[in-house]
């Protein structure tokens, strides 16, 4: 039984205190959003935060269960729990209940379980298991397909189930892919990506153009080390549009300004590219590359956005944005949050306290936007606490997998900290107006057994893979 | 040997950086962005609902016969009520302890954020004490309502009351909600929407303090309040009154109509009650006191109640037959009580023709003329369906039509019920000769009874019978009501055969010593209608003046023995007060013998033998 005793000692104790105060808290948290003076119990099991008492205590059961499992396992198991989940996920499809517009729910008498929980961690191990494979090399496409399936499986089928939000989840691996060696410029292409998403949505398509344009000179610059040229490029592409739009007003030809640019762009391109072959500059061919990519993305935009997304979701994002301002439609949950959050100033108003979560202004008040509570209440300061704590288990997350002996296990703590990371940032940021509403919860603190269930799985097998971390997984 | 391991600090870096952006973000819109405190502050919007004044409603003549009072509910919203002082409060308001506390838990399990009353219909008085302690009171409220006031204390039948709207009619109108008032029978019922004006609702944003800081969007979102319409009924009040005064201590009715216009003059229901009992803090109780007692008060007799209509049924034969042709010139003999199969309780000559047997109310006539009118067709079946058809005609055995809430139809058997009964071919008009005398399976309500002498009064056509003459609008005007108008031509000739019949009713037969009026023509029909449970009831119709009638009536009085022992009388005083506006001495007899009749004590005192 010596081994059985070096777990317990080799648990990270830091981590299970980190964990057991964040569901401490988020319990008070749930405990003053429903509160009102007739249950005052705080055991009263009609109400829901005696319910989620229950599932704290389950949830550390569980928590426990895990932990004592084997690591060997977890890596022996890791694609037939996969498919399991893979299939779980399929049968819900037909079989599950809907709740809230998600079909994503089977019901056993009292309690309902959501099986797309189960797929985060599931597809952490496969991914783990696949990454680990002695002959595995990241950087080969075959390799890129493998990762993009085995993450595309559970993304879709969740997104079937109409749980956008909890699909996006799975973007959140490429940061382990990273780590585990993907080319840095995969995740650079994506973050431009996404910024130029952005950027289509708030500019129009003259100063899209024009800042494409800016930006390709001044990567110029920087990749031929030359200020000299840039501003040379500069000026004379802007003199050029200056001539142009001299002539279109003189014999009011009636061009519109992008016509303009566009002229000038397609003049300015021949131009390079002769100059280029000339010149024989490299450099230039990277340039266009990317300013085709940028405007081939910013073109896509407009057809994902009005043909793909549905119209709740194009609303959440352009309340983000601030293209539109619906105080009591769309954005209504958003600002009755900010206002809620905003309310609470530096110190808080004090533990139940909260007027602005107590009239039922904001809606999901326990499940989404329990950081509502927690701003109102605890203010700046109790805020900020609870954002540390966060930072600090995900940090301390990091720590441990750094220190893991076989990349088995370092995959699974890069992705368990990656998944945590994307719910807190993203939740939080929805209920601060930083992101667009996504219905996902937060780690250990919003209401539900299913999600406390699944984060703590997810958390407790990795303490495991922790505690003997100098065996060798595979 | 891990090549990529100083990754880990980009990945960090990223964690950190978003912590970073958040705390950011979070000191701006909690510290130094001070607008989402005063949006807090703000937030909470309160809905208040202006109820508008319910119509009034007026006699023919201009007579108030219900108009409003201010009257204040508490209101509480149990989310914002903190512990208070109960027994000050109790005080003020004048209720005990245990009630409002009873009321407030009620107000707990609706809702703990929408307001619900807790204390209904506070005096003008009381409002004033109260409205200067309600700070003290976080979470209670105050809505002004207005009450309905009877100033006579007549018609309670008619006007009907309103009470607050329950579950059912909340989930089916979306114009209600907890705590409005819906008129529930009567008038009040039937000109809901008139009366009932429009709801105004505003929106106002209040602090904490629940002090109210402005609009809501300027009051783009609000809607104004319309007072309801008042309405000119076609009652007379002093009739009215009159009418119910003579009711009194006896079970029965009187539906009296202007018969060229269809409106009505009285409609009369006993026992009655106190229209003010339905309003005020007191309702449930009275409520259920009228509920439970054994005479039901509450039901409208005049227009809900069937009976057998007696001999006053034939007039309506009389008419058939005349239409049908077969009744012009024949006279029927009658052996007086030896007559079979229906006896005739009257002495007379015989054989005597039409005018003579309604004077006479001749029984042995009229199953003799019912037989006429069966065989006047191929088929007993054939006679029945235009019998019934005619009947309907009439305006008997199913709803007139008119504006009154709960009308009932009467019955009129079909030829689908003898059939059931007898067989198909296995009866004849003989089988059912007993409706020639309005006795067996036909029944008609009072109204039914009256609206077919306003036929008779107006020789060929009667207008649906109806309560509201116009309503008032806004400006003032006047919307005239138009209801349906039911022509019979069966020939001015034979409704004056009818009337003559009638008008020797009064002046040598049945009803000579207890209808006629000196310098009068009423012309009446006497009904005593078989009661097996006990004293036979007591019935009479008739219309006045014999030219231009001026009113049509039926009284109906349940036990009241024979025709012209009470009904008679009572319809002739009401015709001789409405039409000469004063009893005269040598009936005044009848009048004090009406007034101080008591048919219930006995009723009770057998029933409780």
Sequence with gaps: MKSNNNIWLNLDWLTVFLYLTLVFLGWLNIYAAVYNEEHQSMLDMGQKYGKQLIWIIAGIIIAIMVFTVDSKFYAAFAYPIYAVTIILNIAVLFLGKEVNGARGWFEFGNVALQPEELGKFATNLALAKCISQFDFKIQKMRSYLILFSLIALPAILIIMQNDTGSALVFAVFVFVFYREGLNGMVLFWGFAAAALFILALLLNEFQLLLFLLIISIAAYGVLRQSLKEALIGFTSIMGTLGVLWLVDSIFHLGGTPLQLLLITLTISAILVIVYAILRRIPQVWRILLFFIFAIGISMSVNYFYKQILAPHQRDRIDQVLGIKIDKLGRGYNVNQSKIAVGSGGFLGKGFLEGTQTKYNFVPEQSTDFIFCTVGEEWGFLGSTVVVGLFLWLLIRLITLAERQRSQFSRIYGYGVACILFFHIAINISMTIGLAPVIGIPLPFFSYGGSSLWAFTVLLFIFLRFDATRTENLR | ?609
């Excluded at chain 2, 201590?249 to 539906?255: A, E, Q, Y």
């Excluded at chain 2, 060229?260 to 409520?287: C, W």
Aim: with cysteine; charged share 20%; aromatic share 10%.
């Design chain 2, 1 to 609: 040997m891990d090549v990529y391991s100083k990754r880990k600090y980009l990945v960090i870096g990223l964690f950190s950086l978003s912590a970073m952006i958040i705390v950011l973000r979070l000191f701006y819109i909690q510290v130094v962005d001070s607008s989402y405190k005063i949006s807090a502050d703000n937030n909470v919007l309160r809905r208040e609902v202006n109820y508008p004044a319910r119509g009034v409603i007026y006699d023919r003549n201009g007579k108030l016969l219900v108009f409003n009072q201010a009257a204040y509910d508490v209101l509480i919203i149990p989310r914002e009520v903190k512990p208070f002082d109960t027994l000050g409060f109790c005080s003020i308001v004048g209720v005990d302890k245990k009630e409002l506390v009873n009321e407030i838990i009620k107000a707990k399990s609706y809702s703990r954020y929408k307001p619900s009353p807790v204390i209904k219909q506070l005096s003008s008085q009381t409002y004033a004490v109260l409205q200067e302690q309600l700070f003290k009171y976080p979470g209670f409220y105050i809505q002004a309502r207005t009450l309905r006031q009877y100033p006579a204390k007549i018609a309670a039948h008619v006007l009907g009351y309103v009470g607050e709207v329950d579950q059912k009619i909340i989930d089916g109108n979306k114009y209600y909600e907890n705590g409005d008032y819906i008129g529930r029978s009567g008038i009040e019922k039937a000109y809901e929407d008139e009366l009932r004006g429009v709801k105004g609702i505003s929106y106002k944003m209040v602090d904490v303090h629940q002090m109210v800081k402005g609009s809501f969007e300027q009051g783009r979102m609000d809607t104004a309040a319309m007072i309801g319409k008042n309405l000119i009924s076609t009652l007379n009040a002093d009739l009215q009154s009159y009418g119910e005064q003579l009711l009194s201590g006896k079970v029965g009715s009187i539906v009296a109509i202007e018969p060229e216009t269809g409106e009505i003059l009285v409609l009369a229901s006993s026992p009655s009650f106190d229209p003010g009992l339905f309003v005020g803090r007191e309702r449930s109780k009275n409520y259920m006191k009228l509920l439970n007692d054994p005479f039901k008060p509450m039901l409208n007799r005049a227009i809900t109640s069937s009976y057998p209509p007696g001999s006053t049924f034939k007039i309506a034969n009389a008419l058939i037959g005349l239409e049908d042709g077969v009744l012009q010139t024949v006279r029927f003999s009658c052996s007086g009580p030896a007559s079979t199969p229906i006896v005739c309780t009257h002495n007379h000559e015989t054989p005597l023709g039409l005018i003579s047997a309604i004077r006479e109310s001749c029984n042995s006539f009229f199953w003799q003329a019912f037989r006429a009118e069966m065989n006047h067709f191929p088929t007993p079946s054939e006679g029945l369906n235009a019998f019934r058809n005619s009947l309907l005609e009439m305006g008997i055995g199913k709803r007139i039509g008119g504006d009154l809430y709960a009308e009932t139809s009467g019955n009129v058997p079909s030829l689908a019920y003898y059939d059931k009964i007898y067989g198909a071919g296995g009866w004849n008009s003989m089988t059912i000769r007993s409706l020639s005398i309005g006795q067996g399976e036909l029944l008609l309500t009072p109204l039914q009874l009256s609206n077919m002498v306003a036929l008779i009064a107006n020789r060929g056509y009667y207008i649906a019978p109806h309560l509201v003459r116009s309503i008032q609008n806004y400006d003032l005007t006047q919307d005239t009501l138009q209801f349906e108008k039911h022509t019979i031509a069966a020939g001015v000739e034979n409704y004056e055969m009818i009337v003559e019949g009638m008008e020797q009713v009064v002046e040598q037969g049945t009803a000579r010593a207890s209808a006629k009026v000196d310098s009068l023509i009423i012309c009446g029909k006497t009904g005593t209608i078989q009661n097996p449970h006990g004293e036979a009831h007591s019935a009479f119709v008739a219309f006045a003046p014999k030219i231009k009638p001026k009113i049509a009536i039926a009284v109906y009085i349940e036990n009241g023995v024979w025709g012209a022992r009470y009904a008679a009388p009572i319809a002739s005083l009401i015709i001789e007060k409405y039409l000469k506006g004063r009893i005269s001495s040598r009936r005044k007899q009848f009048e004090d013998a009406m007034f101080n009749s008591d048919l219930i004590s006995t009723m009770k005192n057998e029933s409780g033998d």
